[in-house]
Nanobody, 124 residues
Framework: QVQLVESGGGLVQAGGSLRLSCAASGRTFSSYAMGWFRQAPGKEREFVTTISGNGQITYYADSVKGRFTISRDNAKNTVYLQMNSLKPEDTAVYYC?????????????????WGQGTQVTVSS
């Protein structure tokens, strides 16, 4: 069982930055692919980015490419999401997810564990 706890959300003005963190329990963090997803009010949860277990492979949704960066520190059992040039349309609850398959993937069904989410609000 893996427990995921997100932090770092908040209110920021358009153009600003935030860094989200997701701390995972367990001893085999490096064997999990990690992903970030988000859900805006009235919309379905959508893929944001993912990183493979060894951190060498990443994928991004087109909407965040060039603005967001995913990274991980396997020694700290933590994955990060650096969000720059934030836009009002980035407003959502952001969820961290873990898959026991090392390979990164954008499909929600790929992931076995989910955090509770952290709210990100971008004001215009």
């Amino acid at each position: 069982q893996v427990q995921l706890v997100e932090s770092g959300g908040g209110l920021v003005q358009a153009g600003g930055s935030l860094r989200l963190s997701c701390a995972a329990s367990g001893r085999t963090f490096s064997s999990y692919a990690m992903g970030w997803f988000r859900q805006a009010p009235g919309k379905e949860r959508e893929f944001v980015t993912t990183i493979s277990g060894n951190g060498q492979i990443t994928y991004y949704a087109d909407s965040v490419k060039g603005r967001f960066t995913i990274s991980r520190d396997n020694a700290k059992n933590t994955v990060y999401l650096q969000m720059n040039s934030l836009k009002p349309e980035d407003t959502a609850v952001y969820y961290c997810a873990a898959s026991y398959r090392r390979t990164a993937a954008s499909t929600q069904a790929w992931y076995d564990y989910w955090g509770q989410g952290t709210q990100v609000t971008v004001s215009s």
